[in-house]
C-alpha cells in the first residue's frame, strides 16, 4: 500500500445545496505540519475522474472564485492563481508545502522523517526520487541515495547521492549526469554543487549539447572537458575552466577559461574572433569585444591585425528606444602600409518618428563616409555598404498630417572614383523642401494632388561642366478613374511648371529660366475570362488588352541642364508612363498611344498564376524633340516590341523572361531571361542570361544542392541535418569569355555543429578581382571559428533561392512543464 504525507490536509466540508459556491483557492503560508496520516485517503474513480475535469477546467492560471456569500444570485468571476506558473518567486515558493510519498515511512513531527522504497519528495517545481530518502523538517533539508533523480523547474540531474537545503536550494550532488532545460546541453561530472537556486558548479565535468540517437556506438560529435563549468542561469551563461574541447574525439582547442550561452540572452564578453586570407591584405585577425550597456543599447569594439596593411580599430553602437533607433560605427587605421597614409570610415543610421498634436514628425539620418577612393576595393568585406562608389549622406525631418505631409531633405555624395572607370558624380541638395497633398475625399470621384519642390544643387561644377542652380517646380495632377469589372478608363491632367536661378560661374546662358508644361492621357483596359483546361488542369484564362494614350506639346528645354534627371529603361513598367525620363528636368512632348495585351492562366481553385505572356508597343505620332545633352531625338513611329512571360506551372519550376525585340533588325535588343528549380527544402537551381547590344552577354548559374544526390544516391535525411551540400554562384561573360564573380563552397549541418568553406572571387575593377578563403565552423550553443567574412552572409547575398541550413536545437523558448516530472 501506497503511503503519502502530506503538510496539512483539511477535509472537505459538504457544498450547501442551491449555494452558488466554486473552488476556492487557498491562500496564505499553510499550518506547520501536526501529523502524519498512515493511510492513503480513499476515493472513488468517479471522484478521481471530476476532481480531475474540475482542475483541468479551473485552468492553469485561473480559478474560479465566490464574489459574494450572502447574495443568491452573485455570479461567479476569475481569479489569477499561482499553481502553474512558469516561474515562481521565492516568497511563493517559500509558501508552498512539501509533500513525501514512498512504500515505507518513518520518523516524527517535526523532525527527520525517513521514505524508503520509491521515494519521491515533491515542493514548488523541486521533485527528488531515490531509493531512500531523508527529509529534516527544522531545517527544510532533503537527503537522497541511491538511483538519486532531480528535477529543478526543469533541469534534471542523476546521481548517486544528493544533499539539498530546499529554502536556499544549496548542496550538492555526487556522480551526476545533468541535463540544462535553457538549451538542452548535458553531461557528467563527479560532483555537482548547488550555491543557490539559479547557480551551480559541475566539478570533473563535460557539456554539449549533442542530442544522443539509436546507435550504441553513438558519442557526442562536440564535447568539453573540463575541471570545472559553472552554471549561471539567472545570466543564461556558462564558463568552463581548465578544460579541452574535443571534435569526433580530437582535441582541438585548449579552454584556460570560456563562456558560452545557455540562452538567446546578450551578454558582454569576447565574441569568436575572424580570420581571414585575401589576395590584398593578407592574413587578418580580427578579435570582437560584445558589451551589453543596457537592454536597448550595446557595442562591439573590434581591434584588427592585417599582416600586409598594419592595425585598425572598428566599432558599433547601437541603441533602441520606442520612438527612435539607430547605429553608429567607424573604422580607423593609422598608417597603412599598402596605401602609406592613414584610412578610416564612419556612418550614422538613425531612424525616428513621434505623434504629436499638429501630426506626424520623423527624423532619419543616413551619413557614410570614408578617407579614399580607393576605400570600396581595399575593404569590400566592410559591412553598411561602404565598398560602394557612391556614398550617400543624408538628413531628412518629415511631417504629415491628414491629405498633407512637408518634407526637409539634405544630401551630399562622396563619389570614389576609379581612373579606369569614371563616374559622373550626382548633385548634391543642399538642401530640398518639399511639399505634397493628396485629397482623399474629391468630389465627383475625382483622384489629385500637388506636389511643390525647392531644391538647391551643388556640386563641383569643374568635373560637370554647367552651372549649380536653385530649382523650384510644382506639379498639378487630377483625374477621374471610371472601373466597372469588365474594365476601366481614366482619364488625366497634368500640369508641370518650374523655375531655374543659376549661378554666376559662367556656364550658364542664361540667370533663370521658367516652364511649363502640360500633359494629357487617356489609360483604358479590359477584361475577359474563360474557363479551361490544359493538361489535365482546370483554370481561368484572361485576356487583359490595354490602350495608353499621352500628349504633352512641345517646350524647348535645351538650356535648362539636367540636375536629378535620366531617361528611362525601356520595359513593361515604363512602355505606359506619360514621360521618358526621370525627374523632373525634362518633360518629354510625347503624341504617342501605347498598346498592350496580356493573358493569364489562373488555377480554378486556388486563384494563383500559372502563367502569363505579354506584349506591348508603341505608336509614335510626331517626333519626341526633348531629349538629354548630346542626344538624339527619337523620330521611329514603331518602338521596339516588348514581350513577356511568366511560368509556374508548379511549385518546382518557374520561368521569367522578358526581350526588347527591334522588328527593323530582326533581332533582340536586350533580353533577360531567368529559370528556377526547387523541388524541396536546401534544393534549388537558378540560371539567368541577359543581353544588351554591344553592351554585355552574361550568363549566371546559382545552386544549392545535396552532395550525395548529384551522385545519384539519395539522402535520409530530407531537413537538412547530417548532409553534405554544395553551394555556389558563377557568373560568366560570354563577351569576354571570362568569369567575372564566383563564389563557390560546401557545408554541412548535424544536430549540434555545422561548418561551411566558401572560396569568393569578385571583381572589384575593370582589370583587379579580390580572392577570399571564407571558412566556418558553429558548435550550436557554444561558439563559432569563423576564418574570413561570415560565409553565410556571402552565400545569402550571391546565391539566388538559397537557404541557411537548420542550426540544430531549434528556437523555441523551453517551458518547466515540457520537462515535468
Not at 60 to 76: E, M
Not at 271 to 292: C, R, V
Not at 447 to 466: C, K, M, P, V, Y
Not at 678 to 703: C, F, H, I, V
Request: charged share 20%.
Amino acid at each position: 500500500m501506497d503511503i503519502h504525507a502530506f503538510t496539512d490536509v483539511a477535509p472537505a466540508s459538504p457544498r450547501p445545496a442551491g449555494a452558488a459556491a466554486g473552488l476556492r483557492a487557498r491562500a496564505g503560508k499553510p499550518p506547520s505540519p501536526r501529523t502524519l496520516s498512515l493511510s492513503a485517503p480513499r476515493f472513488s474513480p468517479t471522484a478521481i475522474a471530476g476532481l480531475c475535469m474540475a482542475m483541468l477546467w479551473a485552468s492553469p492560471a485561473l480559478v474560479l472564485a465566490q464574489t459574494s456569500a450572502d447574495s443568491d444570485d452573485a455570479g461567479l468571476v476569475l481569479r489569477a492563481s499561482p499553481r502553474l506558473q512558469e516561474n515562481l518567486s521565492s516568497e511563493q515558493r517559500g509558501k508552498m508545502p512539501v509533500y513525501l510519498e514512498g512504500d515505507e515511512l518513518t520518523g516524527q513531527t517535526a523532525d527527520m522523517t525517513t521514505v524508503t522504497g520509491n521515494a519521491s519528495l515533491r515542493r514548488a517545481d523541486t521533485m527528488i526520487r531515490a531509493d531512500r530518502l531523508r527529509f529534516y523538517e527544522p531545517s527544510n533539508t532533503a537527503y537522497a541515495d541511491g538511483n538519486v533523480h532531480i528535477n529543478r523547474a526543469g533541469s534534471v540531474f542523476d546521481g548517486t547521492e544528493l544533499q539539498m537545503q530546499l529554502d536556499s536550494n544549496e548542496g550538492f550532488f555526487k556522480d551526476a549526469n545533468y541535463r540544462l532545460l535553457p538549451n538542452n546541453g548535458y553531461g557528467v561530472a563527479s560532483r555537482v554543487d548547488f550555491i543557490d537556486r539559479e547557480r551551480s558548479v559541475v566539478h570533473e565535468g563535460t557539456y554539449t549539447t549533442c542530442q544522443r540517437n539509436d546507435e550504441a556506438s553513438w558519442q557526442p560529435d562536440w564535447i568539453i572537458r573540463a575541471e570545472k563549468i559553472s552554471i549561471d542561469n539567472l545570466e543564461e551563461v556558462g564558463v568552463a575552466e581548465n578544460g579541452v574541447l574535443e571534435f569526433k574525439g580530437v582535441p582541438i582547442i585548449p579552454i584556460p577559461k570560456m563562456s558560452f550561452p545557455l540562452s538567446e540572452k546578450r551578454k558582454s564578453g569576447l565574441l569568436p574572433p575572424t580570420m581571414s586570407l585575401d589576395s590584398d591584405s593578407g592574413f587578418t585577425y580580427a578579435q570582437p569585444y560584445y558589451w551589453n550597456i543596457a537592454p536597448n543599447r550595446d557595442a562591439t569594439i573590434t581591434p584588427t591585425a592585417m599582416v600586409k596593411r598594419g592595425l585598425a580599430l572598428g566599432g558599433e553602437f547601437r541603441y533602441l528606444e520606442p520612438t527612435y533607433y539607430g547605429t553608429l560605427a567607424g573604422l580607423y587605421m593609422p598608417g597603412d602600409r599598402l596605401r602609406d597614409r592613414d584610412r578610416w570610415s564612419w556612418l550614422w543610421q538613425h531612424i525616428g518618428s513621434i505623434d504629436t498634436p499638429i501630426g506626424g514628425v520623423g527624423l532619419n539620418i543616413n551619413a557614410k563616409r570614408v578617407s579614399d577612393s580607393d576605400y570600396w576595393r581595399d575593404f569590400q568585406g566592410n559591412s553598411y555598404k561602404l565598398n560602394e562608389r557612391l556614398l550617400n549622406s543624408e538628413a531628412s525631418a518629415s511631417w504629415s498630417r491628414d491629405d498633407h505631409s512637408l518634407l526637409l531633405r539634405a544630401q551630399k555624395w562622396q563619389t570614389l572614383q576609379d581612373p579606369l572607370s569614371p563616374i559622373v558624380p550626382p548633385y548634391d541638395r543642399m538642401p530640398q523642401l518639399q511639399y505634397r497633398y493628396t485629397p482623399q475625399n474629391l468630389p465627383l470621384g475625382l483622384e489629385g494632388s500637388i506636389e511643390a519642390d525647392a531644391t538647391r544643387f551643388r556640386a563641383d561644377t569643374s568635373l560637370l561642366n554647367q552651372p549649380n542652380a536653385d530649382r523650384g517646380y510644382v506639379q498639378a495632377e487630377l483625374s477621374r478613374p471610371f472601373i466597372a469589372p469588365q474594365g476601366y478608363i481614366t482619364p488625366k491632367l497634368m500640369l508641370n511648371t518650374r523655375h531655374y536661378n543659376f549661378d554666376n560661374s559662367g556656364l550658364a546662358t542664361v540667370s533663370s529660366a521658367s516652364i511649363t508644361v502640360p500633359t494629357v492621357s487617356l489609360d483604358s483596359g479590359l477584361t475577359f475570362e474563360r474557363s479551361t483546361r490544359l493538361f489535365g488542369r482546370n483554370l481561368i484564362q484572361t485576356l487583359e488588352p490595354r490602350a495608353f494614350y499621352t500628349y504633352t506639346p512641345y517646350r524647348d528645354q535645351s538650356m535648362i541642364p539636367v540636375y536629378d534627371t535620366a531617361p528611362y529603361d525601356f520595359s513593361f513598367a515604363t512602355i505606359f508612363s506619360s514621360n521618358s525620363f526621370s525627374g523632373y528636368d525634362r518633360i518629354a512632348d510625347n503624341n504617342m498611344l501605347t498598346v498592350g495585351a496580356t493573358t493569364r492562366f489562373l488555377d480554378a481553385e486556388t486563384g494563383t498564376e500559372a502563367a502569363r505572356f505579354g506584349i506591348a508597343q508603341r505608336l509614335r505620332f510626331s517626333d519626341q524633340r526633348v531629349v538629354m545633352p548630346n542626344a538624339s531625338p527619337v523620330n521611329e513611329r514603331w518602338s521596339d516590341i516588348m514581350l513577356g512571360a511568366g511560368i509556374n506551372w508548379t511549385p518546382k519550376w518557374g520561368f521569367d523572361t522578358t526581350v526588347q525585340f527591334n522588328p527593323d533588325s530582326g533581332r533582340s535588343v536586350r533580353s533577360t531571361m531567368q529559370a528556377r528549380y526547387k523541388p524541396g527544402d536546401y534544393k534549388t537551381l537558378a540560371l539567368a542570361y541577359r543581353y544588351q547590344a554591344q553592351n554585355s552577354e552574361q550568363m549566371d548559374l546559382g545552386w544549392q544542392w545535396p552532395v550525395d544526390e548529384i551522385f545519384g544516391s539519395k539522402g535520409k535525411k530530407a531537413k537538412g541535418e547530417g548532409r553534405w551540400y554544395t553551394v555556389g554562384r558563377l557568373n560568366y561573360s560570354m563577351r569576354d569569355k571570362k568569369l567575372v564573380d564566383s563564389v563557390v563552397g560546401v557545408e554541412y549541418a548535424g544536430c549540434c555543429w555545422s561548418s561551411r568553406i566558401v572560396l569568393q572571387r569578385l571583381q572589384n575593377s575593370l582589370v583587379q578581382s579580390n580572392t577570399k578563403l571564407l571558412f566556418q565552423m558553429e558548435f550550436t550553443g557554444l561558439t563559432k571559428l569563423t576564418l574570413g567574412a561570415d560565409p553565410l552572409a556571402s552565400m545569402r547575398e550571391n546565391v539566388p533561392g538559397y537557404q541557411s541550413l537548420p542550426s540544430g536545437n531549434g528556437s523555441a523558448v523551453p517551458s518547466r512543464f515540457s520537462n515535468y516530472d
